[in-house]
């Protein structure tokens, strides 16, 4: 019988992108078996497939140099207690399955000594004789030295190394790797969890362990009731995973209207020039209390000036919810924007209290397996950067594009950012376009677009002021794009 995979480690394991192979499953070049894919049909459509490009021989090779032990160990591996529980699970499996070969072999080896037994009792029965050779040449088959297959081992080492967790009822999954606990993984995997103050006071992150084992990584001030440890309830930023596998049983948000409104004081971690006229703001939440919000939407900053009064904008989030201490901005040189201008006159500094107010704003992913294609113009970039991290985060999109106008020569403030997707990942790609003016650059990126990407079902985001969202979207729409699949938000 061959060996099977789930999706997220087939694609660990070859190096791929999970959405891609999610598309292979939908086009019918994959085949799912209980949502497990087989490697015999793996390697068959990744026949010259380098296992070792995807990192996991070197990392494991690293660890067995000294100079490079520790930092391995501190930032990939689990803690020794994790790596000792699932070595000891590993180890169960392996007694389990040589304590059954043995009774199968003992079976086996009775068979074939009763089928001679029945050859030298009935010499003309040939049904004997086909009996006994059948189990002698089986046997022989079984015993049979056969070359080990490289992606089964690693998968077994893969297990030791991280766990993998599936969320019911949603059926979500996620990695956990290194030290990193439950809510931290499953963030960065891009999953809308319910948490509060990510430290383990004020239980909202609480969940139903259904299959596996938990380890706790820090302490925790609340307190589970006997009858919810008796259930299995536990806290995800307590607890890593100590099995190789875990289901764990939780609620999801299924969009905005599951997120509540917060008001947070932040403190400015930093003010960076990023072009003459765009600035980012880094904002840092306290450690007890973080933003809970979902990639592309916005929220209101509010700084008191002293001796002026208050000043309040609204902004779209451009960092990634799975960062939710560290909260970016791209703010635009605007004389209508009171924030804006105390931010280039620079009287906001590093260490100043600024109030986050939100989150507010739909724009945010809608489920699905289709490519994605984006689009903004100058700071839209901003929740489209956001979103852009999210998808990568879900792994489940077969391609991204990006299309970005700038209407200023230095527009492009954060193309090194782009240009690092670009060439890190198979699955990404932009294009820059440069106009003065907004809607005969969205005319320029409709027509790039009708020439590499209206013959794919995708869904189209957009961002930017009204005349560049509205003039690309009609021309998506005279294209053929069905309205549901065109996101759009108007800064």
Known sequence: MTHQLTVWRAAQLLGVARGVLQQQVREGALALNDGLLGVDALLKLYPQAQLEESGLLERVAQIRDEAFGKRVRERMLPSQEVLAQRLFAQTQELADVRRHLQRYHGLVIALQKRARAGVLEHPGDSAWRDMEQQVTQGLAQALATESVDLLEVLDDMLKIRTAQVTVRPSGHQFLVEGHANLLQSGLHSGLRLNYGCGNGSCGMCKVRVIAGEVAQTQHSDYQLSETEK??????????????????????????????????????????????????????????????????????????????????????????????????????????????????????????EAI?????????????????????????????????????????????????????????????????????????????????????????????????????????????????????????????????????????
């Not at 299309?403 to 193309?415: C, I, R, V």
């Not at 969205?442 to 079902?457: G, P």
């Open 355 to 491: 109030t986050v107010l939100g989150p507010t704003g739909e724009f945010v992913l809608a489920d699905g397996h289709r490519p994605l294609v984006f689009a903004a113009c100058d700071n839209g970039f901003a929740p489209i950067k956001s979103l852009i991290e999210h998808a990568l985060s879900l792994d489940a999109a077969p391609s991204l594009s990006l299309f970005w106008l700038a209407t200023q020569s230095d527009g492009h403030f954060a193309n090194n950012q782009c240009r690092a997707w670009s060439e890190a990942l198979d699955q990404f790609e932009y294009e820059l376009v440069t106009h003065a003016d907004t809607v005969v650059g969205a005319q320029q990126i409709a027509q790039a677009m009708r020439a590499d990407l209206f013959e794919l079902d995708c869904d189209f985001y957009l961002a930017g002021p009204p005349e560049f969202v509205v003039t690309l979207r009609d021309e998506l729409r005279s294209a053929g794009v069905a309205q549901a699949q065109i996101f759009a938000e108007i800064l």
């Open 230 to 351: 008796a259930q299995g309830y536990t806290l995800m930023c307590c607890n890593t995973a100590a099995s190789s596998e875990l289901t764990l049983e939780l609620l999801e948000a299924s969009g905005p209207e599951d997120i509540p409104e917060q008001q947070i004081v932040t403190h400015v971690r930093a003010v960076t020039t990023l072009a003459a006229n765009t600035r980012m703001l880094h904002l840092q939440t306290p450690r007890t209390h973080r933003l809970r919000f979902l990639a592309g939407q916005s929220v209101r900053l509010g700084w008191t000036m002293p001796g002026q009064g208050d000043v309040h904008t609204t902004y779209p989030v451009a960092s990634c919810p799975c960062d939710d201490r560290n909260l970016l901005f791209y703010i635009a040189r605007d004389p209508a924007d009171a924030l804006a201008l105390h931010l280039f006159a620079d009287d906001i500094k590093p260490g």
